[in-house]
Each structure stands twice: as C-alpha cells, then as structure tokens.
C-alpha cells in the first residue's frame, strides 16, 4: 500500500491510495533496491498541484547490512537462519535484496550480528511519536550517552529515532537538548534522510540544522571524532537549503519575551543564522572538553 500527501500540508494525514491506481498515473519502481535508504519518494506528479510525498515504507535493514552483519559476526547463512528462526533461502533472499524483512526480524538480526543502533528499524509513519522526557532520557542512555550513565535502559534505540523525538518537543530539558549533538558526532552512519524528511515536514529543520552545527564544531574539537566531520559538514549543508526564516528557539517555546529580546542580540551567530533564540554553543557542551 501507498500514500500521497501534499508537502504543503502543515499538519499531513496521508492518503493512501491502492498499487493499481498509482499504476494510472504511472509511477513505477522495480523492486525495493530502487528505493532510498528512507523508503519516502519525492516527487512532481501533474495531476496535483504541489510537491508530492510518496511513502513506501522504509527499509529496515539493506540487503549489504544482512550480508556484512552476518559475515562478520562469522555465521554461515545456515547458522544464522537457524538462530532467526527463519529458512536459510529467506535469508539468502533478504541478503540479496530480493525480501524485506519485518521490523522485529531486523531488530533480532541486528542483535545477533551485534550491529550498531543506527541499523536498528525505523518506525514507518510519518507522524512523530511522542515521547516523555524521561523516556527520552533512557533512550539517550541507551546509545551510550555519559550524561545519562546512571540511567538504566532494556532496549536500545535507533539514534536517528531518538533526535526525531527531541528536536519536534516545544519544551525539553536543557541536558536533554545537550545531547543531542553528542548523538549526531557518535553515530554519523545514521539514516539522514529519514531524519531529514520528517524534520522538514514538523517544520523543525532549523532545530536540527544548528544541533548538526554543534555537533560538527564538537567533533573538529574532539579526538577521534575527526571521521564524523565531512558528514556533519554534508547535512548542515543539505539542511541550509531548507531553513526556514520564520524565528524559532532550541526546544524551549515557553520562553518569556523578555530573555526572547535579550536573546536577539546576544545569541551566537550560528543561531542566528538559523533563526533561533538560544544561548548554547558547543563549548558549553558537558563532553566538549572531553
């Protein structure tokens, strides 16, 4: 199944339309290979008047993932089916690109090959989920953050998820925010796009865009982060061409109107560059020293 929505859609409830009638207006893919690593299509359609957003569902894991992840975690196909519980010819199929597996299937694989979180499922839907604080909390714990070391957590997350459910909050706790940038410099591998396309349709790229920003100064900054930076570099870059001149702030909109107006003089120039009203900039960061 398929669904369309305008890109103008401040607040989007997806249409979804059946395979046969996308085939009428002649929209065609060849197999789930062809699609990006998002699983969302971008694309001008004649018979409605703006961008369109096409969503297919993302794809869990690559099929390079299902091939790498196994091979270096030394299992042969017939071991490492037996251990997912599926057949051997499903996995060859999965490594091949030819299957898509479930999100639960991927999380199982990603655990057994010991993969990074960054290759853990996404969730499909467009529409962010809301997430406390304090879940917030465990999820950023459980990628490592040292902030949060004293926080337990049973599952980890995706981290790209993780930024998702903190860059769209109104309000969020100052350490919180703090590490966000810290998430961005750990793991650069993260789905980007993913991230990237449901940002812009919560109007939060800006938010994203400076935290990406910090996250790049951070990294110049620190040893052994030094691989992170040409990626970093890459999606400020992708994200200035979406930012938004409406004024903004760093997850925190309650903020009285008198620190807004201290705030627009005294703000970094990076973030005034990207229209938001924040103080913090990554030397200010707990682990920037560090």
């Known amino acids: 199944m398929f669904c369309i929505m305008s890109a103008n859609d401040s607040a989007p409830a997806p249409t979804r339309y059946p395979p046969f009638l996308l085939g009428d207006i002649h929209l065609k893919f060849l197999s789930f290979r062809d699609l990006p690593a998002s699983g969302l299509l971008i694309i001008a ?15 869990v894991m690559t099929a390079e993932q299902w091939q790498t992840g196994r091979e270096n975690a030394g ?18 199929q999965l490594e091949g690109g030819v299957r898509v597996a479930s999100a639960e299937l991927a999380r199982r694989a990603a655990k057994l090959y010991e ?26 714990a459980s990628l490592g953050y040292p902030g949060f070391e004293h926080v337990r957590s049973k599952t980890t997350s995706n981290p790209a998820e993780v930024v998702l459910s903190a860059v769209v909050k109104r309000d969020l706790d100052t350490r919180l925010v703090e590490a966000l ?29 400076y935290v990406v920003h910090l996250a790049e100064q951070t990294a110049r900054a620190l040893r052994g982060n030094q691989s992170a930076v040409p990626v970093l570099s890459r999606w400020e870059n992708e994200l200035e061409e979406a930012r938004l001149a409406s004024e ?43």
């Open 45 to 59: 359609l004649p018979q409605y008047s703006s961008l369109c957003y096409i969503s297919v569902g993302s794809k």
């Open 75 to 92: 299992l042969t196909q017939v071991v490492a089916a037996h251990s997912l519980g599926v057949s051997q010819p499903y996995l060859s």
């Open 115 to 140: 993969l990074p979180p960054s290759a853990l499922p996404l969730p499909e839907p467009l529409e962010v989920r809301a997430v406390s604080p304090d879940d917030l909390q465990r999820k950023l």
């Open 181 to 209: 940038p810290w998430v961005l410099t750990t793991y650069p591998d993260l789905n980007w796009e993913w991230l990237r396309n449901r940002v812009k349709l919560q109007n939060a790229q800006n938010r994203l865009g």
């Open 248 to 290: 903004g702030t760093l997850c925190r909109d309650s903020m009285p109107e008198r620190e807004r107006d201290w705030l627009r003089t005294h703000r970094p120039e990076a973030a005034a560059h990207w229209n938001l009203l924040t103080s913090l900039t990554a030397e200010q960061l707990p682990y920037a020293a560090g």
